[in-house]
Structure formats: C-alpha cells, structure tokens
C-alpha cells in the first residue's frame, strides 16, 4: 500500500555524530560511514486513516500524539528516505537511534543482556521461573505448553520451550481466578520479561510474611509467561532491533526482518486493518491466523485457563460477573490500552475496561484508552483474542520509553510503578467488571499486632473511592456507604462471617473515610489470622480487599 504525503517536509539530518558502524543488508541501501542500518524518527501523518495506513507498511512504536499528529517508528534507510520524499515531516530521535545501533559486547551466561544488566536474558528468566518451582514447590510450577518456531524446525537453532508459570497454593485446591500475565512477545521489548519475571519472584518470596501475598496466593492464581516469544528475543539480546519470531520461511528478509509478528498473528480478528500481508514487514501477520507455534501455544493456554463467557456477536457483552484479567506487557509509550484493537466502536465491556483501566493508570501514570482510538488500527493482537473470545478483561501495558530502555528508569519508574498497578490487576482477577468502580481499602492497622487470646482489638482503615487515575479522562466518586472486615477468609468464601466497620467521624458522608472496627479474639485459635477489609459506595458497589496480620497467642 502506497503511502500519502502529510504535511510540511522537516528533515534531520540522516547521520550521527561519533558515526555509529552500520549492519548492511542486502534488502537496504548500503548504509555509509555516517549512516545508521536502524534509525527511531518522529514521522508525521495527516488523520487517523493516514496513521492507520502507515501501521500497516512501516514498524510503528505506541508514542503517538494524536494532537500533533506524529507517531515515532523504527525506519530502515530506505524508508527514512522515502518518508521524507513525500513530504512527511521527519525527525531523527538521535540518542534512541544510536542506542538501536550501539555494538553490544560477547555474550555471557547468566550476567544479564550486554550493556543492560538489570534485564535478564531467556535462559536466566527461564532458570529464575525453575528455581522458584524447587524453591517453593507448594507455591510454583514451572510447565511446558508448547514449542517455539526454532525449535519445531529442524536444521536450524535448537529453539525454546514456550514455558508458563503457576503461582497458587496447592493446599488450598478448588477452582480459583486467575489473572494471566505475559511478557516479551515483541523480542526487542526489555523491560517486559523482566517486569513479569520479578512480579512472580516477589509474590512467592513474600508469601507467609506479606498479608496481600498471601491472601492472592492462597485463594487465586497467576499464570506468567516470561517469554512469549523466546526465539525472537535471544536476537534482540545482541543489540539488534528484534520484533518477530523467526519463522524465516516466508520470505527473503533480513535477520531482523524474517519472521511473523505475534500481536498481529492470532486468530481473532486475523487479517484486518494494521497488520501487513509483506513477510518482511514488522507488522507481517503469517499466513493465516494463528499459524506460529507459539500463538497456538498461547492461545491454546489461555483457552485452557478461562472459561467461555462471551457470545458470539461483536456486540455480546460478558456478564457483569464474569472472570479473569489478562496482562500483556509491551514498549513503549505509556499507555494502558484495552480493546477493541480495530475500529472506533467501543467494545460491549468498554465501560467497565476503561474502569479498570483507570485504575492501573492510578499507580502507573499512563493514559488509559481503547487501543485503536489511542493508537492505530492493530488486527490479531493477544489481548483482542482474549476478550474478544472468551470475554477476559484483557489489557496491553505500554510501558517505558524506549525497547531499550536504561536501567535507571527501569528500576527508579517503570518497575515500582507497574509493580503495583499488576497487584491490583490480581486482586481484580474474581470480578474484574465490578470490583474496580468500588472504593479501595488502604491504610490498614491494628491498635496491637499480637494479642493473647481474649483480648480486643482495633482494626482501622481508610475506605477511598477516588483512586482512579486522570491521564484519559475521569472516573465518577461516589461517597462511601459501608466497610466491613472478615477473619481468615474474604467474604465471598461461603460460610465466612463479616463484622461491620462504622466511619471514625461518625457518619458515612464523603468519598474518603477513615473506618474502624473491633476484632474480638475470643474465639480464635492460637497464631495467625488474616483479617481483610473491603468497602463500598453508595452506588452498591464492592471494592477490593486489603489484608493485615493479627497474632493471637
């Protein structure tokens, strides 16, 4: 598809300064002294059609600005060339561009990507997700699903296992929610597999001693794959600007270019706008829906995980109380984007994704949107397939900004801040389209942590129903109308007694308010209980439960 000239030309200059060498490819232009092989710009469009266009043709990151009308993009030579031949504006992002092209040095096991030592490489994310199933082996398990492209094909690299994660307490049996977490299907994406790999390592390091650990253990599971697409990134893992898997069958493309894009590989909504039929494109889709290994593996995973709760039509809504949250970690732009992927209309859920959207955007800062009205058009994308088939509110994080993102941000920003954002997405798991629009309980203590049997306690907290986050718009308040608190069992396991709370400042009357209540030990058993507190607001609505530990002796 040809593309369409969009504004007034503005053109860097096409060089760096120290030069950096340059990968010559038999597909490109040969790059000179000066010249980078792989160049990140800021291109200009002229309306969402014209983006959507580029989408298809060209490697487009999520930093788009719809006001100014530019989106950044990974450009070969060629294409800077012919973008700025049509008139587009075009500027050169220097410093991301000499990152992209920055040799890297000798590989070495167990020591983190070259130049990039927080961010693990496949086989060490891989040994850390083994050695939490030998390290606590009631917790985790560490299973195969599927095969990788590489190693499905003989002759070539011995390729990967497609592994998953299982964080639960087995003692504790019974169908539980589950909130699915994957990271790493676009190669180049760091910060991704590492931001899920330490998500799992600090819940199953934390169990026993953290109360909300415990509790979302105990009574739910996780389910993470690292590495989606783990031929894909032992590429990138060199310094090169890696996106696909490597399926090289499909055509004559250079290292970084052969392969299938993943998102844009599964089976819903395969094959429509903002996915490329070029085999060397970075949008390329495949030959048919879900043809890669690893797309069946996924897909097949997920399916096996969440149960069917949507119908058939577009226009099918889950149920209010429907189940499960799906996570699929990206990079770069700073967004938390939910479905549809394609189109202008909303998704029959949209409301309630935008909810829970807005509340990931509390503690991570980034705009909360529908994917293809923040960015472009984006057919055969995971999350689309998880909503769009069994009704999972289904999420992409866009997190960072750059692939290659530094390790200061990383562990200073991206880190923390998502950390929690993904602590609250699995507390959404069991009613994630209901959960979100009631108030949160924060701040919880005790008046004595340990206590001998018999003795009173008081448990305060803060009930807050203003915890959403502004970056996309605003989510209503409602004044809290309630709060209770339950003993070793929230209060949707059958059987489990709950205590009311009442407001410190005598009436519920605001949309903040601290509560209080008192925990009669009497009849509790020597040692350790879990108390969690939920609220509510005038609208009926139950927010998530925040747990705390009291000791009785």
Excluded at 287 to 308: C, K, M, N, V, W
Excluded at 494 to 519: C, H, K, L, N, Q
Aim: charged share 20%; proline share 6%; with cysteine.
């Amino acid at each position: 598809m040809p593309l369409h000239a969009a504004g007034v030309l503005a053109v860097a200059a096409l060089t760096l300064s120290p030069a950096v060498p340059p990968t010559v490819s038999p597909q490109e232009a040969a790059p000179s002294a000066s010249r980078p092989a792989v160049i990140l710009a800021r291109v200009s469009f002229k309306d969402r059609a014209d983006l959507n266009r580029l989408a298809e043709t060209l490697d487009l990151s999520a930093a788009v600005d719809h006001g100014k009308k530019t989106v950044e993009a990974v450009l070969s030579p060629v294409e800077f060339d012919a973008l700025v031949k049509e008139g587009r504006r075009v500027e050169l992002l220097e410093e991301p561009t000499r990152l992209l092209n920055a040799p890297r040095d000798g590989m070495h096991i167990l020591a983190g990507i070259p130049g990039y030592s927080c961010y693990r490489t496949v086989d060490e994310t891989y040994a850390a997700m083994a050695s939490l199933a030998t390290t606590y082996p009631n917790l985790a398990s560490w299973n195969d699903i599927g095969d990788s492209w590489d190693k499905l094909t003989a002759g070539g690299k011995p390729g990967d296992d497609m592994r998953v994660l299982v964080l639960t307490n087995k003692s504790r049996p019974g169908t539980k929610p589950r909130f699915f977490l994957m990271g790493g299907i676009h190669a180049r994406e760091y910060t991704t597999a590492e931001m899920a790999t330490r998500f799992a390592e600090q819940l199953a390091s934390r169990y026993g001693t953290d109360p909300d650990s415990t509790w979302l253990l105990d009574h739910y599971e996780l389910h993470v794959v690292v590495q989606s697409n783990p031929d894909g990134r032992r590429i990138a893992e060199t310094g090169l600007s890696k996106r696909k898997n490597t399926n090289s069958s499909l055509g004559s493309c250079t290292t970084t270019t052969y392969g299938v894009d993943l998102n844009r590989n599964s089976s819903f909504d395969w094959g429509g706008p903002g996915a490329s039929t070029s085999a060397c494109s970075e949008t390329y889709r495949g030959r048919a829906a879900g043809s890669e290994p690893e797309t069946q593996a996924l897909e097949s995973y997920i399916r096996s995980i969440f149960p069917d709760q949507r119908g058939t039509s577009l226009t099918d809504p889950a149920p209010a109380d429907a189940t499960g949250v799906m996570v699929s970690l990206h990079s770069y732009g700073g967004y938390v984007l939910y479905p549809w992927g394609i189109g202008t209309a909303s998704s029959p859920n949209g409301t309630q994704l935008r909810t829970l959207g807005r509340k990931f955007n509390y503690f991570n800062g980034y705009e909360a949107c529908q994917s293809s009205l923040c960015l472009y058009d984006a057919a055969g994308a995971t999350d689309d397939f998880a909503y769009g088939t069994l009704g999972v509110a289904a999420y992409t994080f866009e997190m960072g900004g750059s692939f290659f993102e530094s390790c200061t941000t990383f562990e200073n920003t991206i880190y923390p801040k998502n950390l929690s954002a993904l602590y609250y997405a699995f507390k959404a798991a069991r009613r994630p389209y209901q959960t979100p629009s009631g108030p949160d309980s924060v701040s919880l203590t005790l008046s004595a942590s340990t206590v001998t049997a018999g003795t009173s306690v008081t448990l305060t907290a803060q009930a807050n129903d203003t915890r959403y986050g502004t970056n996309g718009g605003t989510e209503a308040s409602q004044a809290i109308a309630a709060a209770r608190f339950s003993i070793d069992n929230p209060s949707w396991v059958s059987g489990t007694p709950v205590y009311a709370m009442s407001p410190v400042d005598g009436s519920f009357s605001s949309s903040i308010e601290s509560v209080r209540g008192t925990v009669f030990t009497s009849g509790l058993t020597p040692g350790r209980h879990t108390l969690f507190v939920e609220s509510q607001d005038r609208n009926g609505n139950w927010g998530a439960p925040t747990a705390i530990f009291l000791n009785v002796q």
